[in-house]
């Protein structure tokens, strides 16, 4: 555990809490199936609820929409609702529909299409046309190279190109798995230039998201999650509570290596040592 008494002081304080989901509170497989909860998640979960600060669960995750994500989680014993889960197509959704994007070409499935549908935006499938004002690239491992091209003719036609997460892996029960939409967006960059936009962790974008969804401002939230390159960065930029679990993605040798104002304010072993630190105040 690697805590200093100011970062104790501001986790007490904090008024709000974001949640990474894999790797923070569970572990699946390399296609974000069978979950299992880490040890401490269901009653870091169940203790924030209890303090009134129940979290938000911000997952780079579009497997699923928010909602069936939320229905796993109580599956497998999370005391969690339906709008505690935040997914990055609920970022873009927001996002988009205020931007005034009306046309989207979707690469992926339910999770990713459905949140944007929700909020009026039309769908375009790429093999059904190449003309869209935007580009959202999630989770699709099963994309072919017609999606590719009909994104990069999209592209050519005007579309802006955003992306739930540019990521190299996610963590799993067997290691770390290939996140799909960095493949993607990378061979689309590849042919047209465009730089995509991430929309997912670690975008202000998602914090902002999350912090509404909270009701409190991202100064006064506490970040929690795996991935150096992800929750941690992310609630630096947003100058909130940047704390670091070591049962994912990245341990704590990863941390040592960042610039000393780019490490977590606190680095924990994982959860349960987190609920540690709350039940010891």
Do not use: C
Not at 212 to 223: E, N
Request: neutral net charge; charged residues 20%; without cysteine.
């Amino acid at each position: 555990m690697d805590t200093n008494t100011d970062a104790l002081s501001r986790l007490r304080a904090a008024r709000g809490f974001v949640l990474d989901m894999d790797g923070t509170l569970v572990l699946g497989d390399n296609r974000n199936k069978g979950l299992q909860p880490l040890p401490g998640a269901l009653e870091l979960v169940s203790y924030l609820n209890e303090r009134g600060t129940p979290p938000v669960i911000l997952t780079n995750g579009t497997t699923r929409t928010p909602q069936e994500y939320a229905a796993t989680l109580r599956e497998i014993g999370f005391a969690v609702q339906d709008d505690w889960v935040v997914t990055p197509s609920s970022v873009a959704a927001d996002y988009l529909a205020a931007r005034r994007f009306r046309r989207v070409m979707v690469l992926g499935g339910e999770g990713v299409s459905r949140p944007l549908e929700t909020r009026g935006l039309t769908i375009v499938r790429p093999r059904e046309s190449r003309e869209a004002d935007a580009i959202f690239v999630g989770w699709y491992r099963d994309f072919t190279m017609d999606d590719i091209e009909a994104a990069v003719h999209a592209v050519w036609g005007g579309a802006k190109l955003f992306v739930a997460s540019m990521s190299l892996f996610f963590a799993t029960a067997h290691g770390k798995a290939l996140g799909t939409s960095r493949v993607i967006s990378a061979a689309i960059s590849s042919v047209t230039q465009a730089r995509p936009k991430v929309l997912g962790k670690p975008s202000l974008e998602a914090l902002r998201s999350a912090s509404k969804r909270l009701g409190v401002p991202v100064a006064d939230i506490a970040v929690v999650g795996d991935d150096p390159a992800l929750e941690v960065p992310m609630a630096h930029r947003g100058g909130s509570l940047a704390i670091a679990v070591g049962t994912g993605v990245g341990g704590h040798a990863d941390y040592e290596t960042l610039p000393a104002e780019r490490r977590p304010h606190l680095s924990v072993s994982g959860v349960d040592e987190l609920l540690a630190l709350f039940r010891s105040a």
